[in-house]
């Protein structure tokens, strides 16, 4: 069953584009931003929960100052498809704690990982004894992130 989609405005997007900057602001914050009494910003961050537009909120860890210098993406891909049920696969590599996501995809590999390290050797280490000794794995690729921009994604 799909959710009917919700008829954004252009102050529903001011208040995702706010958001997306700074998930922490008050409404009483996001209403002097945006000419809206604290009440109307509360309201209409209410209305974007319940739709399901506005899920929670995160926190943006600083991985470097935390001692994680290199991140990895890995393209993996199960040598034993019809051996190794996916739900343990999946079970497995989140229990890793450096592998950061998890993303089931299709095209060349069946998985994308995003893993932190402390530098190169501590993601060899990694990749040796905890993400190649997994069951079913088969071929891995690995590109290292040099440098990223968050986006906030389509607000429109």
């Known amino acids: 069953m799909s959710t009917p989609e919700l008829d954004l405005d252009t102050v529903d997007r001011q208040i995702l ?19 809206l009494s604290q009440p109307a910003a509360w ?18 860890l600083d991985k470097e100052r935390l001692g ?3 991140t990895v993406f ?12 996916l739900q343990d696969f999946e079970r497995a590599v989140t229990a890793i704690p450096e592998v950061q996501t998890v993303e089931h995809i299709l095209g060349l590999y069946d998985y994308r990982l995003r893993v932190v390290a402390r530098d190169i050797s501590d993601f060899e280490r990694v990749l040796r004894r905890r993400i190649m000794t997994l069951p079913g794995v088969g071929d891995v690729e690995a590109n290292v992130l040099l440098s990223e921009e968050r986006r906030p994604g389509p607000i429109g």
């Open 43 to 60: 309201r209409r961050v209410q209305r974007l929960r319940a739709a399901g537009i506005l899920k929670g909120q995160r926190l943006d």
């Open 68 to 70: 994680f210098g290199v």
């Open 74 to 85: 890995l393209g993996l891909k199960l040598a034993t498809k019809g051996r190794v049920s």
């Open 17 to 35: 584009r706010e958001m997306s900057a700074d998930a922490t602001q008050t409404a009483g914050a996001l209403g002097r931003k945006l000419g």
